[in-house]
């Protein structure tokens, strides 16, 4: 999207794309770290036993912590989880013998302004940091609830991530298994 749409020059641009990736990385790796941490934590308090919502209260920490301060590139990551998790749910929402609601298309009342004009370009108003934080850790919650308990439900692409990142990081001989080839 950096390449398309924005008008800096390609230096900048290319520079822009390698930080979003750093930082992306770094705040991935910083999530993974503390929710296995937490997982930890949680099990020896419960005397060794994993409980059902660890992984929320895992997940929903995490979030908060790692990607609950607005930044455009946690913007991204948490509108992506959000997405995953909102379409995991779908499967669930009706029975396989009912039909989904329909709802009927009604044509605009009143025109729309042209493409041009200030009322059909906004300049959008970012979300308050308090709602942004409560939403990064319930997205954050609510995926690695479904990862560990309704995995079938994560969308596939998503799915061999957190395989990756979760499951086959659990076993490694060197650091080159830990950090690139991890299975």
């Known amino acids: ?15 822009g ?13 910083k999530f993974v770290t503390i929710y296995k941490l937490l997982l930890l934590l949680q099990k020896k308090l419960n005397g060794g036993k994993e409980r059902d919502l660890d992984t929320f209260v895992a997940g929903g920490l995490g979030g908060w912590w790692v990607f609950g301060e607005r930044t455009p590139i946690n913007e ?5 989880v959000m997405s995953r998790v909102l379409l995991s ?3 669930r929402l009706y029975s396989h013998t009912s039909q989904p609601p329909r709802t009927p298309i009604q044509p605009l009342s009143h025109p729309l302004p042209p493409l041009t004009s200030p009322q059909a370009n906004p300049k959008p ?13 319930l997205s954050w919650a609510g995926v690695m609830y479904m990862f560990r308990h309704r995995g079938e439900r994560i ?8 395989r990756y990142l979760y499951h086959d990081s659990e076993a490694w001989t060197s650091l080159k298994t830990l950090l690139w080839h991890n299975k």
């Not at 108003?125 to 850790?137: L, N």
């Open 125 to 137: 108003i970012p979300p308050a940091q308090m709602p942004f934080a409560v939403v990064a850790a």
């Open 155 to 162: 969308q596939p692409g998503m799915g061999n991530s957190m």
């Open 1 to 15: 999207m950096t390449l398309l749409f924005s008008h800096k020059s390609w230096p900048a641009k290319i520079k």
């Open 76 to 80: 991204q990551i948490v509108l992506y």
């Open 17 to 29: 794309i390698f930080t979003a990736t750093r930082t992306h990385a770094t705040n991935l790796a």
């Open 89 to 91: 749910l779908l499967p």
